[in-house]
């Protein structure tokens, strides 16, 4: 079992830029892809960024293209999202998943249905 913690949420404004972290227990962290998801007011939960087990790809939702960044600290069991230009869309619940793969997995689901743990979930709201 795999244990999830997101932090970092909050209120920005338009333009400026916010750094999630999910903090991971109870298993090797190594062997997981890891992966941010977003659910917004009335909105279904959507993929925003993923990291597969070695670190090696990644994977975002054309809508934070250069903006968000997706990287991990294996030694610190976190992976982090870094959201810069955020824009008043952004607001949502952001939650992080993991997703048993191996160490030298490649998988990177993009689908909510591909994950194995889900962290509780940290807002983040954005002003215009």
């Known amino acids: 079992q795999v244990q999830l913690v997101e932090s970092g949420g909050g209120l920005q404004q338009a333009g400026g830029s916010l750094r999630l972290s999910c903090a991971a227990s109870g298993g090797i962290f190594g062997v997981y892809a890891m992966a941010w998801f977003r659910r917004a007011p009335g909105k279904e939960r959507e993929f925003v960024a993923g990291v597969s087990s070695t670190g090696g790809r990644t994977e975002y939702a054309d809508s934070v293209k250069g903006r968000f960044t997706i990287f991990r600290d294996d030694a610190k069991k976190t992976v982090y999202l870094q959201m810069n230009s955020l824009k008043p869309e952004d607001t949502a619940v952001y939650s992080c998943?993991?997703?048993?793969?191996?160490?030298?997995?490649?998988?990177?689901?993009?689908?909510?249905?591909?994950?194995?743990?889900w962290g509780q979930g940290t807002q983040v709201t954005v002003s215009s």
């Open positions: 998943a993991a997703k048993y793969t191996g160490r030298v997995g490649t998988s990177l689901p993009v689908t909510a249905a591909g994950y194995d743990y």
